[in-house]
């Protein structure tokens, strides 16, 4: 955003000052100036608050900040992406899901995600499918950013045993789920088959937390050809209630990695 960049030129900081001040890189700086990348609400309101901008400014600029990352998503990608989930996962700070057929959307390999397609969608051009790869692997760069998502996913030991694509494919898949977790942002809990029923049995679930206390949490329900967003705070509360009772009744995370492990092992 080029007004980011004429205001902390007249607050006198460098760069690479504001970089030290608010704890980041100076490439996040200078990619958010010259809008190689989107530019959450929290680092917009970090960068006027250090540049001494009055508050009237801030709401504005932070506005725009929110609708310009809405923008560039939808128009990029508005044939394959036809609700607004992925300009909300792109504001939030936090991803909390569940699933319990599919793994997570920001943990899929390539191959899965062009599998998955193909079986859901058998009517999808190449040229969709390949778009759509390019949409999931835009979402996944969410969580290597200098300032990154953190997610928390539980998935259901179904999820990993499903052949999608095949044993290769999932071994891939599986692999990948691995690495993942080896980032400091990322948890993932396995429900076993062994502990039974679960809370989340009704159907997988994204609760989105974002930065800005005034933004509520959102949970996301998808469908087939649609999706649900609950916003009230009973709702809200609810699916956080399950969501806790689901990380308690799963495996911890080094557990759930020994059983990925073993499973993988399996699709040799």
């Known amino acids: 955003m080029n007004e980011l960049r004429r205001l902390r030129e007249s607050a006198g900081l460098t760069i690479e000052e504001v970089a030290e001040k608010l704890e980041c890189s100076a490439s996040k700086i200078s990619r958010i100036e010259t809008g190689r990348v989107g530019v959450g609400p929290r680092d917009v309101r970090d960068m006027l608050a250090l540049y001494g901008v009055d508050s009237a400014q801030v709401d504005e600029l932070v506005q725009l900040a929110r609708e310009a990352r809405r923008k560039a998503w939808w128009t990029a990608y508005g044939d394959v992406v036809p609700g607004p989930y992925v300009g909300l996962e792109a504001e939030a700070e936090s991803v909390r899901t569940y699933q319990g057929l599919l793994i997570p959307g920001l943990l899929q390999s390539e191959g899965y995600i062009r599998a998955l397609i193909r079986q859901v969608r058998s009517d999808v051009s190449e040229e969709e499918i390949n778009r759509r790869v390019q949409v999931r692997a835009a979402r996944q760069a969410l969580l290597v950013e200098d300032d ?10 179904a999820a990993l045993r499903r052949l999608v694509g095949g044993r290769a494919v999932m071994r891939e898949q599986l692999d990948r789920l691995r690495e993942a977790v080896t980032l400091p942002n990322v948890t993932l809990q396995v429900a076993p088959f062994s502990a039974g029923g679960h809370a989340g049995m009704d159907g997988p679930f994204v609760i989105l937390g974002f930065p800005e206390h005034r933004d509520p949490d959102v949970v996301y329900i998808e469908s087939t050809r649609s999706g649900v967003y609950l916003e009230h705070s009973e709702d809200v ?5 399950m969501f806790e009772q689901l990380t308690a009744s799963a495996l911890p995370p080094d557990q759930s990695d020994a059983l990925i492990a ?5 699709m040799s």
């Open 148 to 157: 990154p998502l953190t997610l928390w996913a539980v998935v259901d030991e």
């Open 262 to 266: 073993a499973i993988a092992r399996d």
């Open 237 to 241: 509360q609810r699916y956080a209630s």
